[in-house]
């Protein structure tokens, strides 16, 4: 059979609301563009996100700007985020979001006609650009139309629709090909037939999400294998800070089925309250020194918020998600949880049932359909789920350049820094739209500048024989099984709360799956066969859980998603600390790095005894880069 | 609470296949598609089926449950009586690639066919202001997961392989008529080609596609029903449409 072979300027891999706004913004600087994606066009798991996309709009409150969107955001990461890119974030998000309007979306509205805002966790004003709770499929579904919109102008321009931009769905990428020490395309297989395809191009952009399916409880879809992870490192690309999860703090715990899939953090942007099986509104116990005064510490003052937001302060339900999944966590584990194992959350008494309704209307159905409860009569059962990874590919924040790969660019999850330890909600819909835009833009001046450089006959023979492998053997293991192995390891050793005798535990455990990996072998032919398919997700979840497992033992602190039960404080040396994995072919090696130095300008945004709760007294002494 | 379950599910391709028996357990909560996982996790490793998020919001596991289009993620077993045995078969509308998996590139190509948005002249991000009753309208339709359940069902094509060409179903008439009540679009005669170009007129409302429909959008009452309507008024009186657009646009500017 002779091999199919594409040639584009820029190869995207993933179609969800990163890869989809690079394709956009190549294609707009005049490349040729092909977007690579595992599952339909439309499917990504950007469609499951819920909440909104946080953008300093000030369409409700006039008193927010990029400033105050950058301060939440660097607080929310615990100061562990590269500066750059939380400030590109907060200063390009509103752009982003008004563009999508131009290309079709339709938010809910203000009394005045303009995008609402709602409130969420750690965002100090009503910043969530929002449709109800499916706003990832709002933004998914506009990023798809304007793809459509530019290929029927193709169409009309040049008699052919996909001249310049053409999705090719239901295809895996196994390899990240190099020549000469930089990019030159990808090479894979289509799921449908399983049949191999190379794709040349002189850059690529990595925009495969995120890591969930290597957890047991995750309110991910099946495609978040780390696949992007895995193959950057494996093109000699890095990861940065992999310790950091983030554990949403409400999924649904019951019935078993559903447990894992995401309770949207809106309910108690709503007005949502979490209590434990006392009856107690407990998050009043878990207020961190460093939000006191920013968090009410008593039901009455959380209650009028909801209706003065200048002269009350935030109730404790809306404080970052790391505290709130933590705090869930101790209550369960103190004996305080309900019957399946989670708190209970309620917005039925603060909002009725038609706004419920209104403003809620997944998370209503998913709860009436899958577990027999209706959230507008009854509280909902939850507790945390594995959500997101911070951590992921180094880049240059600007261009969303892959350190040390010329020609690779990664955006949205997969790319690490933006987030620092823990990602606020509302921030991942504009990272993907901010950070999917420079991307593509990278990607095409990389382009520009550079050429074309082909790819050998020596590479494709590799990558190929690599896909073949599993039909070779017979007998062999099952990767079913060493998936759900791998699932409970991470799940009991590497999880919310973590120790370093755990972590050593795991990482052996984890490099003795990886062994038996190699020995996988597979049931019936290479057409549409999702066992075939599983091999090559686990070996992308292996090294992504090496990679998470040796970070977390490194880190000697708790910070945002990395808790450590033995060393159980913030401690401001470690937040000077990046951890960086590297591949070298046979393992993950991970070494520290300085953390980029906040610089004088965005230092003075910050009271300073503030920083005092989070830097060293000789970080605050220097007051920023010059 | 666990039980037995007896299933019979459709395995080949666009060759040949047929009906294979399974019995497999089930636990308590269970949806079709954790029962399917389960066969495919300890008896056939190569069952080919689509699904990603597993909570109703993706649209990718639809499939024949007893003869009734639907998605699995979203089917509990329990809704089944204990000694039933649950027939799973591929979409019927759609040629078969493998197992329960369809070519569904039918959808993607009528999506190709429907004019874009078409935003006034002159507008810039940030302007627009529009009223969430006005948005509202075309907000139901957006709610559309893209399952196809309702392409699937719909007998215009269900059972005419003939008229898939000139048909674009009940999916692409909810994506015309959100265009069309979307407050700043300025395409007109959207309703005209729908019906001229689109194969409006084939659909003679028996609404089966709202029944399956899983975000429970009324595509026949809220989008097929009005522009049919409307099609009609303009026929007789095309200043009423005219009227209706500038003094919409008026609205807007």
Redesign the interface.
Known sequence: MTLEKHKYDVVIIGAGGAGLRAAVEAREAGLSVAIVCKSLFGKAHTVMAEGGAAASMGNVNDNDNWMVHFRDTMRGGKFLNHYRMAELHAKEAPDRIWELEMWGALFDRTSEGKISQRNFGGHEYPRLAHVGDRTGLELIRTMQQRIVALQQQDARDHGEAEKNMKVFAEVTITEILKENGKIAGAYGYRRETGSEVLFEAPAVVIATGGVGKTFKITSNSWEGTGDGHALALKAGANLVDMEFLQFHPTGMVWPLSVKGILVTESVRGEGGILTNSLGERFMFKYIPDVFKDKYADNEAEADRWYEDQDNNRRPPELLPRDEVARAINSEVKAGRGTEHGGVFLDVSKRISAEIIKKRLPSMWHQFYELAGVDITKEAMEVGPTCHYVMGGVEVEPDTAAAVGVPGLYAAGEVAGGMHGSNRLGGNSLTDLLVFGRRAGKGAADYVKANGANPVSEAAISKASARIEAPFARTGGENAYSLHQELQEITHNLVGIIRTGQELTKAIAEIADIRKRSGNISVSGDRKFNPGFHLAFDLDNMLLVAESTAKSALLREESRGGHTRDDFPGMNSTWRQVNHISSFDGDKVNVKAQPLPVLPKELFDLFDVHELEKYMTSEEIAKGGSK | MARTLKLRIWRG?DKTGGLQDVTVEA?????VL?IIHRV???QM????????????????CSMEINGKPRLAC?T?VAAYPEDEVITITPLRAFPV???L?TD?SFN?KK??EI???E?PAG?K??E?????VD?ER??EF?????CFLCQNTCHVIRDHEENKKSFAGPRFFIRIAE?DM?PLDMLRNRKKTAQEEHGLGLCNITKCCTEVCPEHIKITDNAIIPMKERVADEKYDPIRWLGSKIRRREDVL
């Open positions: 391709d636990n308590h909560g269970e949806v954790d495919q996790a300890t490793g190569d069952l080919a089926v689509r699904w990603n998020c597993k909570a109703g919001k993706c649209g990718s979203m509990q690639i493998k197992d998996v569904v993607y999506a190709m004019p874009s948005l935003m507008m991000p940030g627009p202001r529009m009223q969430q948005v075309s907000q957006r709610k559309c997961i893209e265009l979307h």
